[in-house]
């Protein structure tokens, strides 16, 4: 899934306010609100739903800059946000030397890591960490999915989807997965105090929207792999559409979030 549209963040939303930790999340706003001049930078920031986690859990007088490459995400956040005093800048992370970050207290991101690669992640650490920002990183895909209704090919599936996961979201070969604990382990080599806490999106009955759109995109990125036949393939989906909604049947994809400090 690498065309973020706002229809499909809007979809996801309230499946990753329920999903985020709560605690990582308080304790990263608590922290911000103990320093002086407080400033958050939320890198791929899409329409702002980072923001709108935080919102109520800080004061009107912490300074935002939401920063985003996609103008139509970006132009959108700031229809929604725009009179709270939000700096809105249109930037490619690939180009770590023009990411604001020099006097920023904390960087939020969600849905953002697994997208970069090994080396973006290496090199971003290390940006941050001569800032001397913290980091709030939300809802990292970690490769677990899980349906409380099994089918047989559910195991190869995954697999496939996940090797998918691991091919070029535009920051080179993506770490998919695996990034959430290169990052854990990229800030604790370059001295973070680095907390982690599963943030599972649990899909039950009133997602049944978010889990069509989200088996469109797994069947879409395993057909891409070419390792599973186009009709198993086809049955698959079929199966899992139709137990959405079935009594018990619950979709569990696994996610973690990093909260860091120095
Ligand atoms: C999965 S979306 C998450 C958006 C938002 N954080 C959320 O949780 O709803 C990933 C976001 O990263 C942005 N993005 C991807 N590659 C980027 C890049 N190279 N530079 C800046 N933003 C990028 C996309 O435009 C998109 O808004």
């Given at each position: 899934?690498?065309?973020?549209?706002?229809?499909?963040?809007?979809?996801?939303?309230p499946a990753?306010?329920?999903?985020?930790?709560?605690?990582?999340?308080?304790?990263?706003?608590?922290?911000?609100?103990?320093?002086?001049?407080?400033?958050?930078?939320?890198?791929?920031?899409?329409?702002?739903?980072?923001?709108?986690?935080?919102?109520?859990?800080?004061?009107?007088?912490?300074?935002?800059?939401?920063?985003?490459?996609?103008?139509?995400?970006?132009?959108?956040?700031?229809?929604?946000?725009?009179?709270?005093?939000?700096?809105?800048?249109?930037?490619?992370?690939?180009?770590?030397?023009?990411?604001?970050?020099?006097?920023?207290?904390?960087?939020?991101?969600?849905?953002?890591?697994?997208?970069?690669?090994?080396?973006?992640?290496?090199?971003?650490?290390?940006?941050?960490?001569?800032?001397?920002?913290?980091?709030?990183?939300?809802?990292?895909?970690?490769?677990?999915?899980?349906?409380?209704?099994?089918?047989?090919?559910?195991?190869?599936?995954?697999?496939?989807?996940?090797?998918?996961?691991?091919?070029?979201?535009?920051?080179?070969?993506?770490?998919?997965?695996?990034?959430?604990?290169?990052?854990?382990?990229?800030?604790?080599?370059?001295?973070?105090?680095?907390?982690?806490?599963?943030?599972?999106?649990?899909m039950d009955v009133p997602d049944a929207a978010l889990q069509?759109?989200?088996?469109?995109?797994?069947?879409?990125?395993?057909?891409?792999?070419?390792?599973?036949?186009?009709?198993?393939?086809?049955?698959?989906?079929?199966?899992?559409?139709?137990?959405?909604g079935?009594?018990?049947?619950?979709?569990?994809?696994?996610?973690?979030?990093?909260?860091?400090?120095?």
């Amino acid at each position: 899934m690498t065309g973020f549209d706002k229809d499909w963040l809007a979809l996801r939303e309230p499946a990753d306010r329920r999903a985020r930790d709560t605690r990582l999340l308080q304790t990263a706003a608590d922290l911000i609100e103990r320093q002086a001049d407080p400033h958050i930078l939320d890198i791929g920031c899409g329409t702002g739903s980072t923001y709108r986690a935080f919102e109520k859990k800080l004061g009107a007088t912490i300074r935002w800059s939401l920063f985003d490459h996609d103008e139509t995400l970006l132009a959108e956040a700031e229809q929604r946000h725009g009179s709270q005093g939000i700096t809105f800048i249109r930037g490619d992370l690939n180009d770590l030397s023009v990411l604001p970050v020099d006097g920023v207290s904390l960087v939020t991101a969600s849905a953002l890591f697994d997208l970069c690669s090994p080396a973006f992640i290496d090199r971003f650490v290390r940006r941050l960490k001569e800032a001397g920002a913290g980091l709030y990183a939300a809802l990292n895909y970690d490769g677990v999915i899980a349906w409380t209704v099994s089918h047989p090919l559910d195991e190869v599936v995954t697999t496939a989807f996940n090797e998918h996961q691991k091919t070029d979201k535009g920051f080179g070969v993506s770490a998919g997965p695996d990034a959430w604990t290169l990052l854990s382990n990229d800030l604790q080599a370059q001295g973070y105090q680095v907390t982690t806490a599963p943030s599972p999106w649990l899909m039950d009955v009133p997602d049944a929207a978010l889990q069509h759109l989200f088996l469109q995109g797994v069947v879409e990125a395993v057909a891409d792999r070419g390792t599973i036949a186009k009709s198993e393939l086809q049955a698959w989906h079929q199966f899992r559409l139709h137990a959405i909604g079935g009594a018990g049947s619950l979709c569990r994809v696994g996610h973690q979030d990093v909260l860091a400090f120095l």
